[in-house]
């Protein structure tokens, strides 16, 4: 009699749990499916209206433009007269282009200086330090009509190092330079040469600016900690020399600076998806190998220029062309910078790929550089200002903003770990105007730089810097700036808030497998078929140098343009404005621009349904999931117990005239949300000037002004009840009252809540209820200690 199956009883439940995750397997590839064909039908519709949108302007431009009658003789003068302009335009436009070519040729054959427009000198040249480093900090000699004051903040500048050459921060004289020069400030600039020094690493380099940043300090012995600027790929490298050295470095200013490089919004930003589909970081060191150990920054610049091709490929030039006769030297200018090609070595750029681009490690705390270990963003002790703009298309604001959340998962915890991060996002100047636009420079950058030192006033937390526009005096824009408070979910409307990021994790784990692979089994070869000559002749092909050295004087075809373009110059006849077919040439260059934007957003709407179609697919994901970091500490509850707040609060009910001030004015901006410039700047000047604040220095003021902030922020009704036991000397309070009127302002501009805390301040201190004194002149209505002292 045959036995029941029994022996096959255990095995049910493992293949039940097969069958669900079969299952589960099989729902998740639906999802994917549905979701690519959502992504493809999208993309179809929007990119499909936005040309329709342009066709049909140009459409009726060009309607517009020959609607009007015309003699048939007037239109053959005005055939004639756009033919000989658009010709002579022509041999202007190749003139220009031949001297962009011959100076090019000149700068990679000779020594490559930084498009500085002002003079400076070298202080520390970083080749000759111990861990030699392409890397010197110069400082810029201050023009004359333009003194600096050494006891003012001094600012140190880091431009980016991701292709081109250093300058571009001072390429102006209204830029970050000339706006901290304008202020009286001293200014120190690091530059780089165009190749590494052998076996220079990123830790190096980091070393190598916190060295020059405590050099700027020891130069201003008597001036608060320098300010930091990081442009671009320079502000990932200010963030690294701040968490690196906290207690040396200023307040940091990340310029346009990618810190979250997943982070994008669908359908806007294709460049974050550029590392998964290479492959990874293995196609890198493939070519550094391949240029004897170096990567070519003009691999980087042709990522740039492809990411908008209608621009940079035409609507650039075609701006040239258009005004030749006044373009050429700001276009040389500009060129100059763009062209100027500077290396990285191997050890660099892997690092650079595999923590940021691809791996994103920085944001979630675990790049390690060297042997500082894992750095950790939260080390910065000093204001961070982040500018970011929504027509960045190379760092958009999700990339800008971004580590903000993933850093400090807690708005709470910011202000628990005593951090001011600043936010300001332009709606619509692109990448390289966060640099170079002089109304960005006499606007943004002049209430940033105007701002800084007065920001130690205020309380740590997450605010959003607002900027408006007063009525002109003197014929000069007036700006005025505000500090409003944020939360954490408020960066979310940068983002896409159910961007999954695991697709990313995928592209990390199978570019780790890949440098694996490609380092037992292609990386030999690959070296001993490199060489200095194969390197040499890589660099001369490059689509970027071979089209410059083309149109230069080195073409013998290029030469005749030069005395042609002098005799145009001196038989030059310009067509009317108005002239039917120069409007007509115009309408269709911003045709092919539209045209070619329209091929470039399609793919890169390819590129991203490419990467989601292979990154999310569920098997693989599975197959590279990565392990899950451990949470990090300090969330929630949990941010009682941090040393800090656990010592605050011990002190809630102990201090003096300083702490019980400081306590006030933090209530008070908590309640109205915002804080504004003129509040903020009455509150810098009297922490500063007046007694007993200003024999605190800036790091007693900075203690008192974290530990009455956190004491507010997690026990605000002990916070109220204990004032009086600060203050206990009926004149100390009428002096403390009339103090906090001065900086807060007129009542009349007070909201209900902050008068509403205005009137329980009152009660605590025992003062009548009402509103707090304030005189309309602020300046002369100021208490100052002495006065108080001679009342008493």
Known sequence: MNKPLTSLAPAAPLWARQGERLSRGLDEAAALSRSLHDLRTGYARRIGAEQNAVAKNLQARLREVWSKRRAPERLARDLYAYAVDAAQRGVLFLDIMREVGDAFNAQMEGERRPVLVYDYETLIDGRKMERAVNYALVRIIPPDGAPVDPDHRP????????????????????????????????????????????????????????????????????????????????????????????????????????????????????????????????????????????????NLVLNFEEMNPGNTWWMKYYNVFASADTEGPRFAAFERWWSSFYNMNAAEMRWIVENLFIGDRLERGAARLGGLGAIDLRDIRSPVVVFASKGDDITPPPQALGWIAKVYRDE????????????????????????????????EHDRIVGLLDAIEALSPGLYEMQIEQLEPAQGEARYLAGFEERRLSDLAAYDDADDDETPFEVVARLSEFGVDLYEML??????????????????????????????????????????????????????????????????????????????????????????FAVYANPLLARLAAPEQPAPRSGVGDALRELPDVRAALAEIDRGGFAEAVIRVLILLARSRGEVRQSRLERSDATLRTVEPFASLGEEGRARIIHQQA???????????????????????????????????????????????????????????????????????????????????
């Open 155 to 298: 600012f140190m500048i880091i431009d980016p190092r991701a292709g081109h050459g250093p300058g571009i921060g001072g390429f102006k004289f209204d830029s970050e330079v000339g706006v901290a020069l304008a202020h009286g400030h001293a200014v120190y600039f690091v530059i780089f040469f165009p190749d590494p020094e052998p076996g220079q690493t990123l830790a190096d380099v980091c070393a190598a600016e916190g060295a020059f940043v405590r050099e700027v300090a020891a130069r201003h012995p008597h001036a608060p900690n320098p300010a930091v600027l990081g442009n671009c790929q320079g502000g990932w490298a200010a963030a690294l020399v701040a968490a690196a050295n906290p207690y040396v470095t200023g307040p940091i200013v990340l310029n346009g600076a990618p810190l979250s490089y997943w982070g994008g919004r669908r359908g806007e930003n294709p460049l974050r998806y550029k590392g998964g589909l290479v492959g990874g970081a293995a196609s890198t060191l493939m070519l550094c190998d391949l240029n004897n150990g170096q990567f070519d920054g003009a």
């Open 412 to 443: 709470r915890e910011i202000r628990a770990r005593g951090q001011k991060i600043i936010y300001i996002v332009h709606e619509e100047i692109g990448h390289l105007g966060i640099f170079v636009s002089a109304k960005v420079a006499l606007k």
């Open 522 to 611: 292609l990386q030999p070869a690959v070296q001993a078929v490199a060489s200095p000559a194969l390197a040499r002749a890589l660099a001369r092909a490059h689509p970027l140098r071979a089209r410059r050295t083309l149109l230069s004087g080195k073409n013998p075809f290029v030469a005749p343009v030069k005395p042609l373009a002098e005799a145009v110059r001196a038989a030059r006849r310009k067509a009317e404005p108005d002239n039917p077919f120069l409007v007509t040439e115009g309408i269709f260059a911003s045709a092919v621009e539209a045209s070619m934007n329209f091929w470039s957003a399609l793919r890169g709407a390819g590129e991203e349904w490419l990467f």
């Open 710 to 792: 956190l004491i507010v922020d997690f026990e605000p009704e002990a916070a109220l009840r204990t004032l009086p036991d600060l203050i206990r000397d009926e004149a100390d309070r009428k002096r403390a009252l009339d103090l906090i009127a001065y900086i807060v302002g007129d009542p009349a501009e007070m909201s209900e809540r902050t008068l509403a805390m205005v009137g329980r301040l009152r009660a605590e201190f025992g003062a009548p209820v009402g509103a707090l004194p304030v005189e309309r002149d602020a300046a002369r209505a100021m208490p100052t200690f002495e006065t108080a002292e001679a009342a008493k």
